[in-house]
Nanobody, 119 residues
């Protein structure tokens, strides 16, 4: 069974940094795009950043210059380095990956990790 397991969330003061990790496990052929989304209370889930298998990235405007997404294909892991955090970044952060299990590919989601930024 394919799973995405996230780690690295927590409580941090404004201006601080956190690094999130998400590792895929189970039996699968390969992983295409990976990404991070977030959902604040009462809000819709929104894209934070995505990265292709080849390393091409795209970011939401509200994190450009502050967050960096990266991946280690050998470890089936995606990371999100978050700097200059502010209280508006408080949310549950979800990992997403398009995982190929022959003969098709599915979108998988992690369980979410809470990030809380205090002012």
């Amino acid at each position: 069974q394919v799973q995405l397991v996230e780690s690295g969330g927590g409580l941090v003061q404004a201006g601080g940094s956190l690094r999130l990790s998400c590792a895929a496990s189970g039996r699968f052929f390969s992983i295409n795009d990976m990404g991070w989304y977030r959902q604040a209370p009462g809000q819709r889930r929104e894209l934070v950043a995505r990265i292709t298998k080849g390393g091409t990235t795209n970011y939401a405007d509200f994190v450009k210059g502050r967050f960096t997404i990266s991946r280690d294909n050998a470890k089936n892991t995606v990371y999100l380095q978050m700097n200059s955090l502010n209280p508006e970044d408080t949310a549950v952060y979800y990992c997403n990956a398009q995982i190929v299990t022959i003969p098709t590919a599915y979108d998988y989601w992690g369980q979410g990790t809470q990030v809380t930024v205090s002012s």
